[in-house]
């Protein structure tokens, strides 16, 4: 009785581990393949905030975007 309550525990934490990694792994696959926010969204923002952005403004913002990804 004892020993199927460890069994059970033990499974349950490796499933869980298991499944937490398999889960980060393709969520890190899906944000690298489709990008929350690409350059053409970063040039309307800027516009609406009244900057007319440069390419090299642009490529910057990109650059810090896709670091903390």
Same mark, same amino acid.
């Given at each position: ?55 090299? +403004? ?5 650059? +810090? ?5």
């Amino acid at each position: 009785m004892l020993w199927n309550l460890l069994y059970l525990l033990v499974g349950v934490l490796i499933g869980g581990v298991i499944g937490f990694f398999i889960a980060r792994n393709l969520i890190k696959k899906q944000l690298k393949n489709n990008p929350p926010i690409n350059e053409q969204m970063i040039k309307v923002m800027m516009t609406q905030m009244g900057r007319t952005p440069s390419q090299k +403004q642009v490529n910057q913002v990109m650059k +810090q975007m896709t670091k903390y990804m």
